[in-house]
């Protein structure tokens, strides 16, 4: 059943209704984040004695039994999560079990290496990913979309450590002109940065494509060339916005992945950033600094969601009026 | 001879069709059309989904997707419409606008109403800015909008699909056309919503003078707005007319059965005159006369070759040996 | 006897009481709720073998009517009896049981239809779901059901893409007759069908029924259509009928000034050259119902009355039902005039 005459909302309302939208968002980004902690606490705990593997196992058992004592591991595995649940609500986010360094100094320090890695990655992504898919869709069956689209599935079929080692050997190994890894100079993030940023590119631009298409097979585009706009105007004015919509998700997704989606990037290329401290930290079962990166992993990601959500509402009135309009 | 105008010697067409044929990656859609709008009339064209009648118009105007093969001419006030794309451009939302099915999705749903009005302003009239605003809040009022300031801001889906289609036409309008197509403008729309748009229609020709052609398959529709008729089948003319005599005598067969298998509004309720089958496919048309499977006053003679449209009087010409043969036979 | 009056016992195969339906609407996560009445207070009866049409614009309700017709949806007030009996709760024993007893046919057919199954499987699915028949009596009864709309036996084994629309929406209703039902709803049934198949569909309904005697709720915004095949029209408007009478009775004399709107706005070749009254203004949104009556906003004879009181479906001296305050005052006064 169609509602017909709906009226635009008045701003008043629209803002109220806004402010209750990320007030309920927030709410429920909380409740995701939390549940993330849980799993990872519950997971983490069944994998494995943080005990045995720090110590080393032949170390004496009563050594091992302080240990145990001293991180509170020797609780019930409830007492244990209530009292680490009401530590992160007071901002206390644990220690680390092999240095008794705060966890999230640990993992902050480490945060702008892995930043320096996913910002430039990521600016390749938008930077290629996004104009090869438009112009694949504009010259639909060229030449030239063949070209991308060729590109783009060896893009995202060949796995980032495949992609990594290849890199290595090509330009490190056989050409010697860039490091093969470490962090001294700017030379040394080129491969990791290229090989962060290929996959990414490679899926944004199907994805680019695919959505433009859609848009251009609109009816709205007839109208707009039969209002006489040339073809570079209708797809600037009224195919691209429309476009974006569907596009702002994905790149959401890759902003939300800045901080833990280089994990097996760093590793391969011994990047000291938060995905190898991550990796190092599992293999220890070092709790704290494992569920603190989960954490800010999980926050991230929900973050970028939240501000996908907001930006849907910018760029797509439908939605917008769907938050603020009662039933019109 | 074919006969194209109501009446030639009056002045040049406004728009000349001739021989125009489309084809799809190899499959012919559109098999040679002469057609001719004087200026000012209101043509009427109607048939079934898959007839040609909109390809027509989007071909003559050049909004086909590129895999579309258009072949022919178009001639703008006697004068060769070149297709190149800037010529083309020119004239759409110029000379000759377009307005299309279902409101709803002819508009871009994420810019406001006001804008995608202005962008036609701007282009045709070079009007910016407040004059535009106030120019599109004028064709606003003209096709009838309620609450015109308003809705400069709105966008599509706040409206009906009947203000939607107002919209459409202040667009359309923006361009200060000498032709209207109208590509079944009240097909997706309520029945007395429909009654509205076709009034709106008729009273704007009224005013600017404007040239109409109203594609659509309901002869109901065409009856109540049009001056002279095309009627066409598998992608070809089959009979043209002047309304009135259209209605008062259809000539070709498939004319014939469409208006008996409109069911009437009066008088006993009887079984229909149904046209048995259905619209052949393009890429099996019959030879001959395409119509000729389903017809029941076809000969085999009607299978031999494409009986061309022929005039039967002064405003009337069908396409179909057996109304056109001489009755010698 | 006629099979339009063949009940027996004088009961309608078909009762409808005062059902209304309302729907908690929500726009977008966030918005409240509105309460839409979508079906308010309708009556009507379906005798064997006859079609009522039920006709309006978007959004009056008429598909609603249809689906609590069948018993799809539980009416929130009101009371629907089918072949004397109530009409059960949706989902146990006996309404299972009935749906063999009343179909329903959809407007778009190949969205009816499962694209990876050929016709005949899908026309002999009520059979199985029913179990009626024995297993090997079906395929003779799908080639018969096939044949009863006019498909050929070697169209069983086509699948929906392979066939054209017309045909398709002959499949459907050979699926729809496969219970031999007492009742068909048909919802829009040929508004996806080019003119010249809408007759063809047209024609073969109302051979089915002369042959098989089933009653039909035909919904359609299509005055032209519903004319032709019904024997009462009821035309909606907001949820409520708001006249209801023989066809032509309803098209040629409409009493309520919708109706009368409804009538006007068909186009017809033979109409061609008369100018009309054309109603003004959009229909209103369900969510936003004006107060009295619904249409009194659009109403060119609305008085005070009408936009506090809703008008009560009334039969009139000659049979008509009508819900309009100013019909009613008229029919009152021409019977007075004949009581004088």
Same mark, same amino acid.
């Given at each position: 059943?169609?509602?017909?005459?709906?009226?635009?909302?008045?701003?008043?309302?629209?803002?109220?209704?806004?402010?209750?939208?990320?007030?309920?968002?927030?709410?429920?980004?909380?409740?995701?984040?939390?549940? $993330?902690?849980? =799993?990872?606490?519950?997971?983490?705990?069944?994998?494995?004695?943080?005990?045995?593997?720090?110590?080393?196992?032949?170390?004496?058992?009563?050594?091992?039994?302080?240990?145990?004592?001293?991180?509170?591991?020797?609780?019930?595995?409830?007492?244990?999560?209530?009292?680490?649940?009401?530590?992160?609500?007071?901002?206390?986010?644990?220690?680390?079990? *092999?240095?008794?360094?705060?966890?999230?100094?640990? %993992?902050?320090?480490?945060?702008?290496?892995?930043?320096?890695?996913?910002?430039?990655?990521?600016?390749?992504?938008?930077?290629?990913?996004?104009?090869?898919? $438009?112009?694949?869709?504009?010259?639909?069956?060229?030449?030239?979309?063949?070209?991308?689209?060729?590109?783009?599935?060896?893009?995202?079929?060949?796995?980032?450590?495949?992609?990594?080692?290849?890199?290595?050997?090509?330009?490190?190994?056989?050409?010697?002109?860039?490091?093969?890894?470490?962090?001294?100079?700017?030379?040394?993030?080129?491969?990791? %940065?290229?090989?962060?940023?290929?996959?990414?590119?490679?899926?944004?631009? *199907?994805?680019?494509?695919? &959505?433009?298409?859609?848009?251009?097979?609109?009816?709205?585009?007839?109208?707009?060339?039969?209002?006489?706009?040339?073809?570079?105007?209708?797809?600037?004015?009224?195919?691209?916005?429309?476009?974006?919509?569907?596009?702002?998700?994905?790149?959401? =997704?890759?902003?939300?992945?800045?901080?833990?989606?280089?994990? %097996?990037?760093?590793?391969?290329?011994?990047?000291?950033?938060?995905?190898?401290?991550?990796?190092?930290? %599992?293999?220890?079962?070092?709790?704290?600094?494992?569920?603190?990166?989960?954490?800010?992993?999980?926050?991230?990601?929900?973050?970028?969601?939240?501000?996908?959500?907001?930006?849907?509402?910018?760029?797509?009135?439908?939605?917008?009026?769907?938050?603020?309009?009662? &039933?019109? | 001879?074919?006969?194209?105008?109501?009446?030639?010697?009056?002045?040049?067409?406004?728009?000349?069709?001739?021989?125009?044929?489309?084809?799809?990656?190899?499959?012919?859609?559109?098999?040679? /059309?002469?057609?001719?709008?004087?200026?000012?009339?209101?043509?009427?064209?109607?048939?079934?989904?898959?007839?040609?009648?909109?390809?027509?118009?989007?071909?003559?105007?050049?909004?086909?997707?590129?895999?579309?093969?258009?072949?022919?001419?178009?001639?703008?006030?006697?004068?060769?419409?070149?297709?190149?794309?800037?010529?083309?451009?020119?004239?759409?939302?110029?000379?000759?606008?377009?307005?299309?099915?279902?409101?709803?999705?002819?508009?871009?749903?994420?810019?406001?109403?006001?804008?995608?009005?202005?962008?036609?302003?701007?282009?045709?009239?070079?009007?910016?800015?407040?004059?535009?605003?106030?120019?599109?809040?004028?064709?606003?009022?003209?096709?009838?909008?309620?609450?015109?300031?308003?809705?400069?801001?709105?966008?599509?889906?706040?409206?009906?699909?009947?203000?939607?289609?107002?919209?459409?036409?202040?667009?359309?309008?923006?361009?200060?056309?000498?032709?209207?197509?109208?590509?079944?403008?009240?097909?997706?729309?309520?029945?007395?919503?429909?009654?509205?748009?076709?009034?709106?229609?008729?009273?704007?020709?009224?005013?600017?003078?404007?040239?109409?052609?109203?594609?659509?398959?309901?002869?109901?529709?065409?009856?109540?707005?049009?001056?002279?008729?095309?009627?066409?089948?598998?992608?070809? /003319?089959?009979?043209?007319?002047?309304?009135?005599?259209?209605?008062?005598?259809?000539?070709?067969?498939?004319?014939?059965?469409?208006?008996?298998?409109?069911?009437?509004?009066?008088?006993?309720?009887?079984?229909?005159?149904?046209?048995?089958?259905?619209?052949?496919?393009?890429?099996?048309?019959?030879?001959?006369?395409?119509?000729?499977?389903?017809?029941?006053?076809?000969?085999?003679?009607?299978?031999?070759?494409?009986?061309?449209?022929?005039?039967?009087?002064?405003?009337?010409?069908?396409?179909? /040996?057996?109304?056109?043969?001489?009755?010698?036979? | 006897?006629?099979?339009?009056?063949?009940?027996?016992?004088? #009961?309608?195969?078909?009762?409808?009481?005062?059902?209304?339906?309302?729907?908690? #609407?929500?726009?977008?996560?966030?918005?409240?709720?509105?309460?839409?009445?979508?079906?308010?207070?309708?009556?009507?009866?379906?005798?064997?073998?006859?079609? @009522?049409?039920?006709?309006?614009?978007?959004?009056?309700?008429?598909?609603?009517?249809?689906?609590?017709?069948?018993?799809?949806?539980?009416?929130?007030? +009101?009371?629907?009896?089918?072949?004397?009996?109530?009409?059960?709760?949706?989902?146990?024993?006996?309404?299972?049981?009935?749906?063999?007893?009343?179909? #329903?046919?959809?407007?778009?057919?190949?969205?009816?239809?499962?694209?990876?199954?050929?016709?005949?499987?899908?026309?002999?699915?009520?059979?199985?779901?029913?179990? @009626?028949?024995?297993?090997?009596?079906?395929?003779?009864?799908?080639?018969? @059901?096939?044949?009863?709309?006019?498909?050929?036996?070697?169209?069983?084994?086509?699948?929906?893409?392979?066939?054209?629309?017309?045909?398709?929406?002959?499949?459907?209703?050979?699926?729809?007759?496969?219970?031999?039902?007492?009742?068909?709803?048909?919802?829009?049934?040929?508004?996806?069908?080019?003119?010249?198949?809408?007759?063809?569909?047209?024609?073969?309904?109302?051979?089915?029924?002369?042959?098989?005697?089933?009653?039909?709720?035909?919904?359609?915004? !299509?005055?032209?259509?519903?004319?032709?095949?019904?024997?009462?029209?009821?035309?909606?408007?907001?949820?409520?009928?708001?006249?209801?009478?023989?066809?032509?009775?309803?098209?040629? !004399?409409?009493?309520?000034?919708?109706?009368?709107?409804?009538?006007?706005?068909?186009?017809?070749?033979?109409?061609?050259?008369?100018?009309?009254?054309?109603?003004?203004?959009?229909?209103?949104?369900?969510? !936003?119902?004006?107060?009295?009556?619904?249409?009194?906003?659009?109403?060119?004879?609305?008085?005070?009355?009408?936009?506090?009181?809703?008008?009560?479906?009334?039969?009139?001296?000659?049979?008509?039902?009508?819900?309009?305050?100013?019909?009613?005052?008229?029919?009152? +006064?021409?019977?007075?005039?004949?009581?004088?």
């Amino acid at each position: 059943m169609p509602p017909t005459d709906r009226t635009p909302v008045s701003t008043g309302k629209g803002r109220r209704d806004m402010i209750r939208f990320i007030a309920i968002r927030l709410l429920r980004s909380l409740l995701t984040i939390a549940l $993330v902690v849980t =799993f990872a606490f519950v997971v983490l705990r069944l994998s494995g004695d943080p005990a045995m593997l720090i110590m080393s196992v032949d170390a004496p058992p009563e050594a091992i039994a302080a240990f145990r004592r001293s991180w509170g591991l020797d609780e019930p595995l409830w007492t244990q999560y209530l009292k680490y649940f009401g530590a992160i609500l007071h901002g206390d986010l644990g220690r680390s079990m *092999r240095d008794g360094r705060d966890a999230i100094v640990l %993992v902050a320090e480490r945060i702008p290496a892995t930043l320096a890695l996913t910002i430039p990655a990521l600016l390749i992504k938008l930077g290629i990913g996004i104009p090869a898919g $438009v112009h694949a869709a504009l010259h639909r069956d060229s030449w030239s979309d063949r070209l991308v689209m060729l590109a783009a599935v060896a893009g995202f079929t060949v796995p980032s450590f495949v992609l990594g080692l290849l890199l290595v050997l090509i330009f490190a190994v056989q050409l010697g002109w860039l490091p093969s890894g470490g962090q001294e100079s700017w030379r040394h993030a080129i491969l990791p %940065v290229i090989t962060l940023g290929v996959g990414g590119a490679a899926v944004l631009a *199907r994805f680019t494509r695919s &959505a433009t298409l859609e848009v251009l097979g609109q009816l709205y585009i007839r109208t707009a060339s039969a209002k006489g706009l040339s073809w570079g105007r209708v797809v600037r004015s009224h195919a691209l916005p429309n476009a974006a919509i569907p596009t702002v998700t994905i790149v959401g =997704f890759m902003v939300g992945s800045l901080i833990a989606g280089a994990v %097996v990037v760093e590793s391969v290329f011994s990047w000291p950033g938060v995905g190898r401290l991550l990796v190092v930290a %599992v293999a220890n079962r070092d709790l704290a600094v494992v569920q603190c990166i989960l954490l800010l992993v999980a926050a991230t990601m929900v973050t970028a969601n939240l501000i996908v959500d907001l930006l849907y509402g910018f760029l797509d009135p439908r939605l917008r009026s769907a938050r603020s309009a009662g &039933a019109g | 001879m074919p006969i194209t105008g109501v009446d030639k010697t009056a002045s040049t067409p406004l728009i000349a069709l001739s021989n125009l044929g489309v084809s799809f990656d190899g499959v012919v859609a559109l098999r040679g /059309i002469d057609l001719a709008v004087m200026p000012g009339e209101s043509l009427g064209l109607v048939g079934e989904s898959g007839c040609g009648k909109s390809i027509t118009w989007l071909a003559a105007l050049g909004l086909l997707p590129a895999r579309a093969t258009v072949t022919g001419s178009v001639r703008l006030d006697g004068e060769e419409l070149p297709r190149t794309k800037a010529a083309l451009e020119r004239v759409r939302g110029g000379r000759i606008a377009m307005i299309f099915q279902d409101p709803a999705s002819a508009l871009n749903p994420v810019l406001r109403l006001g804008r995608q009005v202005s962008e036609a302003l701007t282009l045709h009239r070079g009007m910016t800015g407040s004059a535009a605003r106030a120019e599109a809040k004028r064709l606003f009022d003209q096709v009838g909008l309620p609450d015109a300031a308003r809705r400069l801001d709105a966008y599509p889906h706040e409206l009906s699909g009947g203000q939607n289609q107002r919209v459409m036409i202040a667009m359309a309008l923006a361009g200060q056309p000498d032709l209207l197509i109208a590509d079944e403008p009240t097909t997706a729309l309520d029945v007395t919503i429909q009654a509205q748009i076709l009034e709106l229609l008729q009273s704007l020709r009224r005013e600017t003078g404007m040239a109409l052609v109203l594609i659509s398959h309901d002869l109901g529709v065409i009856a109540e707005t049009c001056d002279r008729i095309a009627v066409m089948y598998a992608g070809r /003319i089959v009979e043209e007319a002047s309304a009135d005599a259209f209605f008062a005598e259809p000539r070709h067969p498939y004319a014939v059965g469409l208006m008996a298998a409109l069911p009437p509004l009066t008088g006993p309720r009887r079984p229909l005159t149904a046209i048995p089958g259905g619209v052949p496919e393009p890429w099996a048309m019959p030879p001959g006369c395409a119509f000729a499977p389903r017809c029941p006053r076809a000969t085999p003679d009607c299978g031999i070759a494409v009986p061309p449209l022929t005039a039967l009087a002064k405003d009337h010409a069908a396409a179909c /040996i057996r109304v056109t043969a001489p009755v010698w036979a | 006897m006629h099979p339009r009056y063949g009940t027996g016992l004088g #009961m309608s195969l078909l009762t409808v009481t005062n059902v209304g339906r309302r729907y908690a #609407m929500r726009r977008g996560l966030l918005a409240r709720a509105v309460t839409v009445h979508a079906v308010d207070g309708v009556s009507l009866s379906l005798e064997r073998g006859e079609t @009522l049409g039920l006709v309006g614009e978007s959004g009056c309700g008429k598909s609603t009517t249809g689906r609590l017709v069948l018993g799809l949806e539980a009416p929130d007030g +009101g009371a629907v009896h089918f072949d004397g009996a109530p009409m059960p709760a949706v989902g146990d024993a006996a309404w299972r049981k009935l749906r063999a007893r009343m179909q #329903m046919v959809f407007q778009d057919p190949l969205g009816a239809l499962d694209r990876r199954l050929p016709i005949g499987v899908q026309v002999a699915e009520p059979l199985e779901i029913h179990n @009626l028949l024995n297993p090997s009596d079906r395929p003779a009864r799908v080639i018969e @059901l096939l044949g009863a709309v006019g498909l050929r036996p070697d169209q069983a084994e086509r699948y929906p893409h392979e066939l054209s629309g017309g045909q398709r929406q002959r499949a459907v209703l050979a699926r729809a007759l496969a219970t031999n039902p007492d009742l068909l709803v048909c919802d829009e049934p040929i508004s996806a069908l080019d003119v010249s198949i809408q007759a063809q569909a047209m024609n073969l309904l109302m051979e089915l029924q002369a042959r098989l005697g089933m009653a039909i709720l035909f919904i359609s915004h !299509d005055l032209r259509a519903v004319r032709q095949v019904s024997h009462r029209i009821a035309v909606m408007y907001l949820g409520r009928i708001v006249e209801m009478g023989e066809p032509d009775a309803v098209l040629h !004399d409409p009493a309520h000034p919708y109706a009368r709107a409804l009538a006007a706005a068909i186009p017809h070749p033979g109409l061609r050259g008369q100018t009309r009254p054309v109603l003004q203004g959009d229909p209103p949104n369900p969510a !936003d119902r004006p107060s009295g009556c619904a249409f009194h906003p659009r109403c060119p004879i609305a008085e005070a009355i009408c936009r506090t009181s809703v008008p009560a479906l009334l039969p009139r001296q000659d049979g008509r039902q009508v819900a309009c305050h100013a019909a009613h005052r008229s029919d009152a +006064g021409v019977h007075r005039e004949r009581a004088a």
